[in-house]
């Protein structure tokens, strides 16, 4: 994780740097647009090399001097798909709304029913829960906000 | 004390009373709610403050404040979880002594302790704020960018994990700051050429991205964890006259350590009660029943964390410098009302500062009578299936961003930085110092610009004038001291 981080860093820098190299010079200030982020950029980049190189040589010690973890204090290994999931049905309520396929109350009805659904496994009783929380949720949101502290919501 | 009277007058209104009780109840059930925090709350509730009288949006996000920081006590003590980061300590002793058949006798050691720092930080609040902005009003740009640098290097080396981490995490929340008009040239910086970024990032859904989303996303990944649960008796919930005096000192000494480290710029409630508990601990004369249930323990780590919040609150009045994450929030909530933080607060909008200083004031009020009347029911709250709650969340989240400007763009951002902030905490790096870094870079940035433009580019005052001097100095020590100390221990573990 932390090459991967550190990478992703690296390259989000890169672009940085490079989009600030052609900014102008100072005209009524000696520094300048440019100077500020391009040595932040330098630094983060620099920190980020001895993030990467550390990560190394520690995963090499762990490879010649293994301490592994007793089967019954391992802890329960996280489920990523959880997120993957949530994600993915965020970024299409958000594209269904910003697009104007769906109206804001019936996006998150549709929303907050299918997460809960998927992540109880599909449980009768989640479901049903699920069910009328997406009512309340879609229905109550656009009510409340709408109409009371007068917010415009997405996909209106 | 005038405008003390008058500010009270103010928040024991109708509104902002209602505002601050309101305020408390949210705060203490989201603290309470393992995986909700207290930014994130405040994060969330900003939106619906735009169409807020100011004075009563500020007492509300002080009461939420107050009431978060208070609530992870009750997590912390009854399923060994802490409802908010600043509770970690409380599970040493918390748990243990609730586990021994005492949960109300340990909820009500911490919501006593909440309740005396939360005071003892408000004096110094009410004593130091005013005097402080004076002081403030006479540094130049150069001592406002080397006391920003001190803060960054301050939050980065007290952050959790590394000080390289902290400081990567500092440095990119400036240079995410960055994208926009420069305020200097007014030229696009940053943009590629793409309209929608020329009004830069906006605070809102980069904080809920980071705050909101990357918790949502955490916790889900961690749905299957099993909790270890104690059930829950009101027994000795009020602390008695001897409990009092046992731990009179236990109590001050912690409340002090709790608003010095609230104080400095940007260290937030977690270390404030890291360095109590260790100070009672070291001090103790039963220092072996740490972690195993120590009253001294409990009492410690809930009067330091709640000590921070009046503590964070003085440099933020004082010279806007946001004390702690939730305070750059706070910081952000302002502006979004066109109050300009800094030293001249006290006379630009003195009516808000005072009813800053004032609902703090009841809000710890507040905070212990519920606290102490409805824990048994608060208890309840804390076992509410994250299954229901997450995707609740996850719907304000997209809302809040929105509100802000109406556009599609600030919901992308947030989940841009939603996923950003979630590799960012998987890979151990502190949040904090990147939010205190979004927030203080247009500034520092600002104030070494212009004090660039006043001496044609030299900068050597930052080392030359005394103040900016001193914080140099301190900023250095804070970089150096880490690896040094590292590079000591290596030696000496190589020589023996």
Not at chain 1, 123 to 140: E, T
Not at chain 2, 335 to 349: A, D, K, M, R, Y
Not at chain 2, 451 to 463: A, E, K, N, S
Request: hydrophobic share 55%; with cysteine; aromatic share 10%.
């Amino acid at each position: 994780m932390d090459t991967f981080v550190a990478t992703l860093l690296i390259v989000i820098c890169s672009v940085f740097l490079y989009e600030s190299w052609d900014l102008p010079p100072g005209t009524f200030e000696p520094l300048g647009s440019g100077p500020i982020p391009q040595t932040i950029c330098v630094l983060i980049i620099a920190m980020c090399v001895y993030v990467i190189v550390r990560a190394w040589r520690r995963d090499a010690q762990i490879i010649s001097d293994p301490d592994p973890v007793p089967a019954a204090e391992a802890p329960e290994p996280p489920r990523p798909l959880n997120a993957i999931i949530v994600l993915a049905g965020t970024v299409i309520y958000i594209l269904a709304m910003a697009l104007h396929i769906l109206p804001f109350w019936l996006a998150t009805m549709v929303l907050v029913f299918s997460l809960i659904a998927i992540l109880s496994g599909f449980n009768r009783k989640s479901m049903m829960i699920g069910a009328l929380l997406g009512v309340l949720m879609g229905a109550g949101c656009q009510y409340l906000f709408t109409q009371i502290f007068y917010v415009d919501l997405p996909g209106s | 004390m005038t405008e003390l009277i008058t500010a009270l007058g103010v928040v024991f209104s109708p509104m902002p009373f209602l505002f601050i009780v309101v305020g408390v109840v949210l705060g203490i059930v989201v603290g309470a709610i393992p995986g909700l925090t207290g930014a994130m709350l405040i994060a969330l509730t900003l939106p619906l403050t735009f169409f807020m009288v100011p004075v009563e949006a500020i007492i509300l996000l002080i009461a939420m404040y107050v009431g978060a920081i208070s609530g992870g006590l009750i997590t912390a003590t009854l399923l060994r979880m802490p409802g908010t980061p600043a509770a970690v300590m409380t599970t040493f002793d918390g748990y243990p002594m609730a586990r021994a058949g005492h949960p109300g006798r340990a909820l009500g050691l911490g919501i006593g302790a909440s309740f005396v720092g939360g005071m003892v930080s408000w004096t110094a609040l009410f004593l130091l704020a005013k005097p402080l902005s004076i002081i403030a009003t006479r540094f130049g740009p150069f001592e406002y960018f080397a006391l920003i640098m001190m803060a960054m290097v301050l939050i980065a080396s007290v952050s959790e994990g590394s000080l390289v981490k902290g400081l990567i995490a500092g440095l990119l929340g400036m240079l995410i700051s960055m994208p926009g008009v420069d305020p200097s040239s007014g030229m696009p910086r940053l943009t590629w050429d793409w309209y929608m970024l020329n009004g830069g990032l906006k605070l809102l859904p980069v904080l809920i991205g980071v705050f909101a989303v990357s918790q949502i996303l955490s916790d889900l990944m961690e749905m299957n964890q099993k909790i270890q649960k104690v059930e829950m008796s009101r027994k000795g919930i009020f602390m008695s006259l001897d409990d009092w005096r046992k731990q009179a000192f236990n109590l001050i000494r912690s409340s002090v350590i709790g608003t010095g480290v609230g104080i400095l710029p940007g260290i937030g409630a977690s270390i404030g009660s890291v360095i109590a508990y260790t100070a009672a601990k070291n001090m103790s004369k039963t220092p072996e029943k740490f972690g195993k249930g120590s009253e001294e323990g409990i009492v410690s780590s809930e009067a330091a964390n709640n000590a921070t919040v009046g503590g964070a609150l003085i440099p933020l009045i004082s010279m806007g410098i946001p004390g702690s994450v939730i305070d750059a929030i706070l910081i952000g909530a302002l502006t979004i009302h066109s109050i300009q933080p800094g030293p001249t607060l006290f006379t630009t909008n003195a009516d808000i500062v005072w009813a800053m200083i004032a609902a703090c004031l009841v809000a710890n009020i507040v905070m212990f009578i519920f606290m102490t009347t409805f824990v048994g029911h608060l208890s309840k709250v804390m076992y509410m299936p994250r299954l229901y709650v997450l995707p609740v969340v996850l719907i304000f989240c997209v809302i809040g961003s929105f509100a802000l400007n109406n556009t599609m763009f600030d919901v992308w951002t947030m989940v841009a930085f939603g996923i950003l902030g979630l590799f960012l905490e998987k890979a151990r790096y502190p949040l904090g110092p990147f939010v205190i870094g979004f927030v203080l870079a247009p500034l520092g940035e600002a104030k070494l610009r212009s004090g660039l433009m006043m001496t044609d580019g030299d900068i050597t005052p930052v080392f030359t004038r005394p103040l900016a001097a001193s914080f140099t100095v301190i900023a250095v020590i804070l970089l150096v001291y880490p690896f040094y100390s590292e590079w000591q221990q290596k030696r000496k573990a190589d020589l023996g």
